[in-house]
């Protein structure tokens, strides 16, 4: 272990949530094949409880300096007192870093873009842009999660075909496949006070703006409306700051007692086998890690048009999709659902093709290989 290559991976925030779970994932996966270091520069280190606890993750601090030349010397000197093979750095965030890393220190480097935050959803800040083309040209690999992020950096940012790299998100696939499923969808049900005649609508994600839950909550209001003899309730799982706006307009919908926030959950496995129908009301996503474990956890799916939603769920599911140039996304939401809950047979068949498609495109196991071969091959470059 203390000759395996050593990794600095360099977040704007690790913190605990769904955007860390394919990282976290990756880190559990390949901790024999490599070591690593995480650098917070928010100071959190909250997703090390997304880790095994016996994982041997080193951490370093950051000193909160501010301003570009300062904090290029900071991240000098954090690069100099690590000593890493690789730095992976992630999102607009670490940028920094990894100018530092590349044209400071000469150290090879692979940067990575998830999405973006409410700010570049409208689109893309000039300067941002011009940074980014800078940066990632002495990256020696780029890593997107969906061909539309791919497709923004290879016409937006500039980035060499042969840099570029969409490598799909994977899920443990077992673990969203248990044969004991209905049981633990119970208990999660029972441990909830949810009902067990009750048609439950369910998502998964950090409440975030671009999230957008609001909607969502919105769209079960219009749902119960549309068709008040289903037992409708809902399930959020994710924490954030959006919370108390969550919380305001569940209130104003008349929905108190028919949403459950779970709140965060290591393990949201439970949850999803308490649902009936998985959906996603965001107004920006690329290639969500919740949508693939709905899938694998045989759950139908309906969705807002964001990112590569559309390329990742089965034939024959269009109108489940809404285009948010619509003139009410959350009502559409609402019609999609209400079709869905009174089409069990629809529901079933979704569901295995959805499971079926987790199988053939999202594992676990491929996602590793994947990045493996990508962090290889930029340490042989060195």
């Known amino acids: 272990m203390a000759d395996a290559p050593h990794l600095l991976h360099v977040f704007p925030s690790f913190e605990a949530g769904g955007s860390q779970r394919r990282t976290t994932a990756l880190m559990a996966g390949l901790g024999a094949r490599y070591r690593h270091t995480v650098l917070s520069l928010s100071g959190d280190h909250g997703a090390r409880t997304m880790l095994p606890e016996d994982f041997p993750l080193a951490t370093v601090e950051w000193p909160g300096v501010r301003g570009f030349w300062r904090s290029q010397r900071a991240f000098g000197d954090v690069l100099r007192r690590t000593a890493p093979d690789l730095v992976c750095t992630y999102n607009w965030g670490a940028i920094e870093a990894l100018i530092a890393a590349t044209r400071q220190l000469g150290l090879p480097a692979i940067h990575h873009e998830d999405g973006f935050g409410p700010d570049e959803v409208a689109g893309q800040k000039a300067r941002r842009v011009w940074t980014r083309r800078v940066a990632l040209r002495k990256a020696r690999a780029v890593c997107v999660p969906s061909h539309v992020l791919g497709d923004l950096a290879a016409r937006t940012w500039k980035v060499p075909s042969h840099k570029l ?129 709905a899938m694998a956890a045989h759950l139908p799916v309906t969705s807002t048009d964001v990112g590569d939603v559309a390329r990742m769920l089965p034939t024959g599911t269009d109108d489940l999709l809404i285009a948010l140039d619509v003139a009410d996304p959350a009502g559409s939401l609402a019609e999609s659902w209400v079709a869905l809950a009174k089409d069990p047979t629809r529901r079933r068949t979704l569901g295995a093709a959805g499971r079926a498609l987790a199988v053939e495109r999202y594992s676990v196991e491929s996602m590793l290989a994947a990045y493996a071969e990508r962090y290889d091959a930029a340490l042989a470059k060195a």
């Open 165 to 293: 790299h969409v490598l799909a998100n994977g899920v443990e696939l077992e673990r969203f496949g248990a044969p004991d499923r209905a049981e633990r969808g119970a208990a999660f049900r029972a441990a909830h006070a949810i009902p067990k005649d009750a048609f439950v609508v369910g998502t998964v994600g950090t409440l975030r703006p671009e999230k957008n839950h609001v909607r969502f909550v919105r769209a079960l209001a219009q749902a119960r409306a549309k068709a008040p003899e289903a037992a409708w309730h809902a399930v959020i799982v994710g924490e954030g700051a959006e919370r108390p706006a969550l919380e305001a307009a569940i209130a104003e919908a008349g929905l108190d007692g028919h949403v459950t926030l779970a709140g965060y959950l290591a393990d949201c496995a439970p949850a999803l086998f308490a649902m009936d129908l998985f959906a996603l009301s965001s107004n920006t996503e690329q290639m969500p890690i919740s949508l693939v474990e």
